[in-house]
């Protein structure tokens, strides 16, 4: 099936200067590299949504300069721009700490997907945060799955650490063109990553309590992700699904790719990788245990995903170490027959953790239904009665 785009519309967020200065460290270089933004626009008129607060304005917008040789920039302040009746601005009015950042972000998520449906529903959206390192080429694979009818790119998150990669931003300047290779960076895991996405490996001696995904090792290859919440980089909105409850990476996709199944993950990491660059500090209360088991898992899994979260954990994204990948070696074989077989071991169990729990309280009752029951029921973070973020 092709579905061609008519308009590529990249929504990027920042405000305040140091997560503009990180921004232009980490994303922007990223973005200019040259088999994302100008490989995009020598293809389709490509058009940036770029989202900012006033204090911001004048600083963003020097620092964005370098992209409007290559497409139409659209600036939105935060103090004007509404959104369902009230300004992004307004929306915020009361919240406090991270919860500002996931409802700014969720607002101009809003604000995009409107804009991308002006002319109808063939218009394909990215959704750029300011802190993520995009591997050279990205853009281009996921527009390329878009062109040929997936309804959404989506790929296993890691969060870099923002202190152990500090000679990156200075790596990826001197990279030229091309970009930093996605192995160069990938050759330095976990050592790299931020303490809780080292958490996800499943020879992990203390294994995270909220995985977005699980990583196993493919021998001195790379390793092999599966993913619960994979980030999402590329999508295509539908007048008939246009808003969601809790952050684009929880529900919206699964939500769009509901009935056409066009929902697709890489093969690998050199076709696409995104990371995030996260401080320390950040999510450092983040709860880990003592080491992956089937019962903590399936305790998760039923508490905090729906169903419809197994169609991505089906599909193996493998990450490669060195250029050559060695994609034919059994080891990836095999570790892709592994962990399917321990995903569907958990959730096999799960079927047997169903029947042990108590019929009578209404808590398990929601919990069944969220997990077993269609998206409609899902509890997702913000439809919670105490919202709760995502820790990993």
């Known amino acids: 099936m092709?579905?061609?785009?008519?308009?590529?519309?990249?929504?990027?967020?920042?405000?305040?200067k140091s997560f503009i200065d990180k921004f232009a460290a980490f994303t922007l270089p990223c973005l200019l590299s040259d088999q994302n933004l100008p490989a995009l626009t020598k293809q389709r008129p490509v058009r940036l949504l770029i989202y900012t607060d006033r204090a911001s304005y004048h600083y963003f917008r020097?620092?964005?300069?370098?992209?409007?040789?290559?497409?139409?920039?659209?600036?939105?302040i935060f103090d004007e721009t509404i959104v369902d009746g009230e300004t992004i601005e307004k929306s915020v009015t009361g919240l406090s700490g991270s919860a500002i950042k996931h409802e700014i972000d969720r607002?101009?998520?809003?604000?995009?997907?409107?804009?991308?449906?002006?002319?109808?529903?063939?218009?394909?959206?990215?959704?750029?945060?300011?802190?993520?390192?995009?591997?050279?080429?990205?853009?281009?694979?996921?527009?390329?799955?878009?062109?040929?009818?997936?309804?959404a790119v989506l790929?296993?998150?890691?969060?870099?650490?923002?202190?152990?990669?500090?000679?990156?931003?200075e790596q990826i300047a001197n990279s030229g063109p091309g970009g930093l290779s996605a192995w160069r960076l990938c050759d330095r895991f976990p050592q790299?990553?931020?303490?809780?996405?080292?958490?996800?490996?499943?020879?992990?001696?203390?294994?995270?309590?909220?995985?977005t995904a699980i990583f196993w090792p493919a021998d001195q290859f790379g390793w092999l992700a599966r993913a619960f919440f994979p980030y999402?980089?590329?999508?295509?909105?539908?007048?008939?699904?246009?808003?969601?409850?809790?952050?684009?990476?929880?529900?919206?996709?699964?939500?769009?790719?509901?009935?056409?199944?066009?929902?697709?993950?890489?093969?690998?990491?050199?076709?696409a990788i995104v990371l995030k660059v996260t401080t320390e500090d950040y999510l450092r209360a983040a709860q880990t245990t003592c080491t992956l088991s089937k019962n903590r898992l399936a305790h998760f899994v039923l508490a905090e995903t729906n169903r419809a979260h197994r169609k991505f954990l089906k599909q193996p994204f493998r990450i490669f170490r060195s250029p050559d990948e060695n994609e034919d070696h059994p080891v990836w074989k095999a570790v892709e027959a592994q962990s399917l077989e321990h995903v569907d071991e958990m959730y096999r169990f799960l079927e047997v953790l169903k029947e042990k729990l108590p019929k009578d309280s209404p808590e398990t009752q929601d919990i069944l239904t969220s997990h077993f029951g269609d998206l409609s029921h899902y509890?997702?973070?913000?439809?919670?009665?105490?919202?709760?973020?995502d820790p990993c």
């Not at 101009?108 to 529903?121: M, T, Y």
Request: net charge negative; aromatic share 10%.
């Open 2 to 16: 092709s579905a061609m785009s008519r308009i590529t519309n990249i929504a990027i967020v920042a405000w305040d």
């Open 155 to 169: 790929i296993p998150l890691l969060r870099l650490s923002l202190e152990a990669s500090i000679e990156l931003p």
């Open 107 to 151: 607002r101009i998520q809003f604000h995009a997907i409107d804009k991308s449906l002006v002319s109808g529903d063939q218009e394909t959206l990215f959704i750029i945060n300011q802190d993520l390192f995009i591997s050279n080429g990205s853009l281009s694979y996921a527009q390329a799955r878009m062109d040929a009818g997936a309804d």
């Open 379 to 389: 509890l997702s973070p913000m439809r919670r009665a105490i919202p709760r973020g």
């Open 62 to 76: 020097n620092i964005c300069r370098p992209l409007e040789q290559y497409a139409d920039c659209y600036f939105h």
């Open 232 to 271: 999402t980089l590329a999508l295509r909105p539908r007048a008939d699904c246009r808003r969601f409850d809790s952050t684009i990476d929880y529900d919206y996709a699964l939500n769009l790719t509901a009935t056409s199944g066009r929902a697709v993950i890489p093969e690998n990491s050199n076709q």
């Open 192 to 211: 790299i990553l931020h303490p809780v996405s080292q958490s996800f490996f499943v020879n992990s001696p203390e294994f995270c309590t909220y995985p």
